[in-house]
């Protein structure tokens, strides 16, 4: 079997040896600057391959525009130094019930078609001595929703850190997205959405998750 027919038979399968995102060794070893100039090199050729005539007024900046938009906006959290600082507080008020934020937009794009995935997050966790500004929460899902990625991924990346910082295992994240591999090629489904949750500590008590799955089941407000 060549390479092109075990890229057919593997088709849409999610295939990832850990949770980390795949990345070469020299993987930052070039400037922004420099990937851009690069990306907009091949994504030129590209658009000429396919026919395209870059001397329009309308097409000729694009290039550019794509490959500004690769490194510094769409995948932008593949690289560290971007990761949002998690500042975290002493627990002053003791609080020990659940917390939960919701609706927090997932705007990805799947790796194995360069496609987006539009959706959001829930998550929750029950503090500790430690307790998290809410807006980093929605800056940490952002970070790692930035670069080309699988869903069951995303939600363990996700997970695992706010697990570190927080020091506790008490956490839970669901994910639910539609994915434009699906609806825009291959089958072509318009209604489908996927959902992902993983957890942690007491969120393996069924009773607690089901609160958290009964608290997100709300209408939005």
């Known amino acids: 079997m060549n390479h092109k ?3 057919e038979a593997t088709g849409d399968n999610h295939f990832s040896k850990s949770i980390k995102t795949p990345l070469r060794a020299d993987a930052f070893d070039k400037t922004d600057d420099e990937k851009i100039t690069k990306i907009q090199h091949h994504f030129k ?3 000429e391959e396919m026919g395209l005539d870059l001397t329009d007024d309308s097409l000729s900046g694009t290039p550019y525009r794509v490959a500004k938009m690769y490194v510094k906006e769409l995948f932008y959290g593949l690289n560290p130094v971007n990761k949002p600082k998690l500042s975290t507080f002493e627990n002053k008020y003791g609080y020990k019930k ?6 927090i937009n997932i705007d990805s794009a799947c790796e194995h078609h360069f496609l987006p995935i539009v959706g959001h997050a829930h998550i929750a966790y029950i503090p500790k001595d430690k307790v ?3 807006s980093k ?3 940490l899902v952002d970070y790692y929703a930035r670069r080309p990625q699988v869903q069951e991924r995303l939600v363990l990346q996700i997970l695992k850190d706010l697990q570190n910082v927080l020091d506790t ?3 839970i994240v669901s994910v639910t997205a539609k994915h434009l591999c699906v609806s825009s090629r291959g089958i072509k489904d318009q209604s489908s959405f996927t959902t992902t949750l993983e957890y942690g500590g007491c969120f393996t008590e069924s009773k607690t998750r089901n609160e958290f799955l009964k608290i997100i089941m709300q209408e939005k407000v």
Do not use: C, P, S, T
């Not at 659940?98 to 609706?103: A, N, P, R, S």
């Open 137 to 139: 929460i929605n800056r």
């Open 98 to 103: 659940m917390l939960v934020e919701q609706y």
């Open 5 to 7: 027919e075990q890229i």
């Open 132 to 134: 998290i500004g809410l």
């Open 169 to 171: 295992e008490d956490v």
């Open 45 to 47: 050729m590209i658009m």
